[in-house]
């Protein structure tokens, strides 16, 4: 039986979790909620680069993405900052959709999958 590895394994949510080659992170947020979404958007994409270099991947590797935002008018400029962090040619599969998110503050949260 292969191996799953998780990663800050909690009651409700794993950080990362990894399964033959594949990785699986956690839905990000902004750890600074009174920027702006594009703010919000680069502080959650430098943390999915980190969290996707700690597992030995990159976002090159990058499979596919969920976006949810606070408000769809706000996809615009969110896509702004994403298009110039997914390299040319490799972006992944993706849905973005209006969602209320947990906390006033948030207007966007960002899941993605990769591999190895």
């Not at 597992?55 to 590797?61: L, P, Q, V, Y």
């Not at 008018?73 to 849905?95: H, I, Q």
Request: net charge neutral; hydrophobic share 45%.
């Amino acid at each position: 039986m292969s191996r799953i590895e998780r990663v800050n394994p909690g009651k409700i949510y794993s950080d990362a979790v990894e399964f033959h080659g594949f990785v699986f992170l956690r839905g990000m947020t902004a750890k600074d909620t009174t920027k702006d979404i594009k703010g919000q958007t680069a502080d959650i994409l430098a943390q999915i680069d980190a969290a996707l270099e700690e597992r030995g991947t990159d976002k090159t590797r990058l499979l596919s993405a969920q976006i949810w935002l606070s408000d769809i008018t706000l996809r615009d400029a969110m896509n702004e900052v994403w298009s110039a962090w997914v390299p040319p040619g490799l972006a992944p599969a993706r849905a973005c959709v209006e969602s209320k998110l947990a906390a006033p503050g948030m207007l966007v949260e960002i899941m993605v999958v990769a591999c190895k």
